[in-house]
């Protein structure tokens, strides 16, 4: 291991160095710049970043951050000016019996959701219950033409499919993957999909693993909600959790950093007949954003066809 790393810092100075002496050269004297080619060893690979790297192991946060302080819960937020105006608030108010729901998760789903709420959509919703959050999302989402799905293994709540208002109940399990597809076949694809399910560790990270890549589609929303349980052992059926799985996300939506150190970016952005060139995995091109709130995870899919360009300070 300490080979191979050795090699790759002496290759990666030997890169920078030729680099700057063609600069220095002119262009007409200059080697060819260097390129990443998808046959090329990645300049640190993504399995080494981080605390994988024969680094110093150290503290990251200052103890400013750490030091105890207490809090406690209140009802002053009930009466809270901004709550009460809160669209999915109001909604959930007017329901009986309510479902359980966080008072900060009102902010969370009206900032995440809100520029929508008024397009034709499809939405699944994982979990049905007493189907209070499908009364609830069928009044936030407006619009006449939006279809709600709502997924929930028990037979019971088949009781709640009402095609008429265009929201439709089917019974199996979230972790069932010829389930979801058929689901997706006859009502998807989908602009949203909401795991309030069962919060099982396992169960929210093979309903994803099933959904992003088909169900969703490109401009699509996977909210995960409630994973505070993620850190209850009732719940915490697996070591690694849905938490986990975001953390390693964003690793992924950063993959090509891993390939490519700064100076073929920097020699990419100055040509243009150039491109600079890689692979990377396939979930690197379907995130453009993953938003993180206490005990929400909202990932926003794309297609990103293209490497971020650096742009050189000399262009136009």
């Avoid at 329901?95 to 900032?111: C, M, R």
């Avoid at 964003?250 to 970016?265: G, I, L, N, R, V």
């Avoid at 995130?287 to 990932?299: G, H, K, L």
Wanted: hydrophobic share 40%.
């Amino acid at each position: 291991m300490i080979g191979k790393l050795l090699k790759e810092l002496i290759a990666g100075l030997w890169r920078f160095f030729r680099y700057h002496l063609a600069r220095l050269t002119g262009p007409e004297r200059g080697v060819p710049i260097p390129q990443v080619t998808q046959n090329q060893e990645p300049s640190i690979p993504l399995e080494q970043t981080g605390a994988d790297l024969q680094l110093p192991d150290e503290e990251i946060l200052s103890d400013r951050y750490l030091r105890p302080v207490r809090m406690s819960t209140s009802r002053k937020d009930l009466d809270d000016g901004e709550l009460a105006l809160n669209p999915v608030f109001q909604l959930w108010r007017q329901q009986k019996p309510h479902a359980h729901k966080w008072t900060h998760y009102f902010e969370a789903y009206h900032g995440i959701f809100g520029a929508r709420r008024s397009e034709a959509l499809r939405i699944l919703e994982i979990g049905v219950q007493t189907g209070a959050s499908l009364r609830i999302w069928k009044g936030y989402f407006d619009h006449p033409e939006t279809v709600i799905v709502g997924i929930d293994i028990d037979p019971s709540c088949a009781e709640l499919d009402s095609p008429r208002e265009k929201v439709h109940v089917r019974i199996g399990n979230q972790a069932d993957g010829a389930f979801l597809e058929s689901v997706t076949r006859e009502f998807g694809p989908f602009d949203i999909v909401i795991d309030d399910g069962s919060h099982q560790s396992s169960h929210l990270i093979q309903s994803f693993n099933h959904l992003f890549a088909v169900a969703l589609k490109d401009d699509g929303v996977y909210l995960a909600e409630d994973l505070h349980a993620e850190y209850w052992p009732a719940w915490r059926d697996r070591r690694r959790s849905f938490l986990d799985l975001a953390k390693e996300l964003m690793d992924f939506m950063h993959s090509h950093y891993t390939k490519a150190a700064f100076p073929e970016w920097l020699s990419e952005s100055e040509s243009e007949s150039r491109p600079l060139s890689m692979e990377v995995p396939t979930v690197t091109t379907m995130i453009r954003e993953i938003r993180v709130f206490d005990s929400i995870v909202a990932i926003h899919k794309t297609r990103r066809k293209y490497l971020p360009r650096l742009l050189n300070p000399t262009a136009d």
